[in-house]
């Protein structure tokens, strides 16, 4: 590939005797939106943690701008530029939209940052946080508190805080989860939005939203990559439509 943001080699984890992830390599483009689908329990999310450093893998290698991320902490990996959000929400319910992206944006500053005068820092920090909503589209509900809103809208300060770390990848784990269709098309809105400036790894279940907006594929059956390709390639593999697209269908 010629500009991978993210290679994974042969990575595996497990529990006990179950092999969530087994033995799974993938490379990620720069610029571009990487869907992964696959069954409930494919193994989708424990990918994602493991590339979050939420897990740590028993095997394998994880390479972010060819630096080896394996085995980092969440906390460095988000400041090396690797964003997540959560499949179950993760907002302080009582803070408003701007003090959830202020919280983020401090909890996640550079340590490089720390050299600045407490000013500085502060400044730095709400500008951050000013961003995060500004991209989210949160800006008019910036003093709102989080539980006075909508669930698509809790779910959109989500990505919030997440972009108040400035992350040059974003992971995302069903952000349309739970959301009626007008919620879920004004967040597909804001995933196309931040496409443009993110590389992005999305996990989701509504297949009209990832031909929408993704570049490439990946399918994962049983904790292994089944195909991996552009939209194309996977709308017209046979193993892909007898394993996952057609089931699908049949439901
Ligand atoms: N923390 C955990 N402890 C034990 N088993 C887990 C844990 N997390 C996930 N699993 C198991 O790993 C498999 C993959 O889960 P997951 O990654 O959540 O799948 P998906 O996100 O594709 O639905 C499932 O069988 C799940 O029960
Ligand atoms: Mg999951």
């Known amino acids: 590939m ?6 994974i080699d042969r990575l595996s984890k497990c529990f006990g005797g179950l092999i969530a992830t087994n033995n799974v390599t993938l ?5 571009q939106v990487h869907a992964i689908i696959g069954p409930n329990g494919a193994g989708k999310t424990t990918l994602i943690n493991l590339l979050s450093g939420d897990l740590s893998p028993n095997d ?5 701008n060819g630096r080896n991320i394996t085995r980092l902490p969440p906390h460095k990996i988000s400041q090396m530029g690797i964003g997540r959000s959560y499949q179950k929400t993760n907002i302080f319910a009582e803070f408003t939209c701007f003090e959830n992206c ?13 050299f600045f005068r407490p000013a500085r820092h502060l400044q730095a920090v709400q500008e951050r946080a000013e961003r995060a909503l500004g991209l989210c589209g949160l800006k008019p509900r910036r003093d709102i ?5 909508s669930y698509g809208e809790q779910r959109q300060l989500e990505i919030g805080m997440m972009l108040a770390t400035e ?15 007008e919620e879920s098309l004004q967040v597909i809105e804001l995933l196309r939005r931040l496409a443009k400036e993110h590389t992005l790894i999305l996990i989701e279940h509504d297949m009209d939203a990832v031909f929408a907006i993704a570049d490439q594929l990946t399918v994962m059956v049983n904790g292994r990559v089944l195909e991996t390709g552009t939209v194309e390639q996977i709308r ?3 193993a892909v439509q007898e394993a996952y697209l057609g089931v699908e269908e049949a439901v």
Do not use: N, T
């Open 2 to 7: 010629a500009d991978a943001i993210l290679r």
């Open 102 to 114: 202020w919280v983020a944006a401090q909890s996640r500053l550079k340590s490089s940052m720390r």
């Open 60 to 64: 394998g290698v994880i390479l972010f």
């Open 236 to 238: 017209s593999s046979q």
């Open 167 to 181: 992350p040059e990848l974003l992971l995302l784990d069903e952000p349309l989860a739970g959301m009626g269709r």
């Open 27 to 31: 490379e990620f483009e720069r610029g």
């Open 145 to 149: 508190q989080a539980s006075a809103m």
